[in-house]
């Protein structure tokens, strides 16, 4: 049936309860971060160049605000934009609006403050509407309100020509009901904001590089953090730039090795969730970061694809294609893409890790080498699906001791075992699949090998001078005979 034909059937006009839907705005899944990022997302739509951060602690009376420079807004513009849905999500946007359903100042803010308030100055004229969400609840209507707790606050756009003020108090989410001698929740909220400078220096990278923006946090400059790591002393390899449809970009970039910085750098490049968890994809839109290390369900992080990052752009015209959430912190590929995606992670991922497992050589890949390369450990599949690792015997300094009686050889060869323990060659096939290791089992039945060796040391040790029994028993405590109580039989 055609739109039109329903004008014979209109009923009721039934609007939503202002106190019921401005609470479920509260739950939209922000965090103060997330949140934070958002409001900034409006400064930088409004072509702010600086934004200011501001946090104060005070028990019930602590605050929030966020104050850009940008072109502020009139009296009209301003009351709409504090107007729940305040743009049409399908109109088209310029291709530097970060914007896209008209709700993230409600919203983000809501989902920390029970009191927004918003003061905004365009040709030198200051003007200020203000949500509060009790006196909703209380009046149950969509009022707002010209009202500021502290003209203070909007003294600070006296020398702006035009700007905007963001001010969240009543921060029930952050401070509950805490008083100002509360330490506790005082240094946890102090932590916050800590947590929530990164996750500033990390979205708005790009920006902060480029001098399109700059950042204060309690006056304090953020520098950019830049997940692709271009500031090390050793630089990261990169893929091409590949061009899919619709415009959308990727590259891929895979870190040097950890060995290969300083401890200082290895501590500051491991991002706010570090190494591991920073691996992936980051999906940009308008070069603000939406989703930061996330295999979208196309690979699992590993321990040797932690190396691995891969850039994704795309342009705003293409928001709903990526089911961007309201929040701006999650995009989906669309499916047209995602085999093509999924082929440049698996590339990234084989780059990384024929440079994060540089100390564990897979048996399996080894060719002809010179006795410098021969690995001194190999592993190999079982018909039970486990994994074993074995000395190589065709290591230069194991095959000379297997031929010769070299007691300071031998010692050194311990030692040379000692310091190389196949940690990563280990790590690489527990992450490929851990049942190599996990579902292993063992047989109580002891193969003919270690028969003949516990015999042999049997024998050395009543040779040594302890009696049948007490050699008996001290061999069989001792690893790896002690998981084979059968051998006890074959002792002679």
Known sequence: ??????????????????????????????NISTAIADIIDNSISANAKNV????????????????????GMNLEELVQAMKPGSKDPGEIRSHSDLGRFGMGLKTASFSQAKRLTVVSKKEDKLNKRCWDIDFINQHESWTLLDFISDDDHSKRLKDH?????????????????????????????????????????LVFHRFLENDKLSIYSNDRKLDPWNPFLYNLSVKPEMGPTETLENNVTCR???LPHMSRITKDEYDKSGGPLGWFNQQGFYIYRSDRLLVAGDWLGLEKKKDYSKLARISIDFPNTRDFEWNLDIKKSTATPPIGIRNHLKQIAKLAIKESAKIYNWRGIKSSNTTARTSSNIPLWTDSLSRDGSKHYHI???????????????????????????????????????????????????????????????????????ELGLTRELAR????????????????????
């Open 1 to 30: 049936m055609k739109i039109e034909n329903f004008t014979n059937h209109i009923a009721e006009t039934t609007n939503p309860s202002p106190k019921s839907t401005i609470n479920s705005y509260r739950s939209f899944g922000y």
């Open 52 to 71: 200011h951060l501001t946090y104060s602690w005070d028990g019930q009376d602590s605050f929030i605000s966020i104050l850009d420079d940008g072109e």
């Open 161 to 201: 020509k035009n700007g905007t003020l963001v001010l969240w108090e009543s921060l029930d989410r952050i401070i509950g009901q805490a008083e100002t001698n509360n330490e506790s929740v005082k240094n946890a909220f102090y932590e916050e904001m800590s947590k929530v400078n990164k996750h500033l220096s």
């Open 252 to 254: 891929y970039y895979i």
């Open 392 to 462: 190589n015997k065709k290591h230069p300094m194991i095959k000379m001791l297997l031929e010769k009686d070299a007691k300071k050889m031998f010692a050194n060869a311990l030692k040379l075992i000692e310091e190389n323990i196949p940690t990563q060659l280990i790590l690489l096939n527990h992450n490929d699949d851990p049942a190599y290791h996990e579902l292993e089992e063992h047989s109580e039945i002891p193969d003919d090998s270690l028969i003949q060796l516990a015999n042999d040391l049997y024998k050395a040790s009543i």
């Open 473 to 492: 028993q001290q061999l069989l405590n001792s690893i790896p005979f002690n998981q084979f109580p059968l051998i006890s039989n074959y002792l002679k």
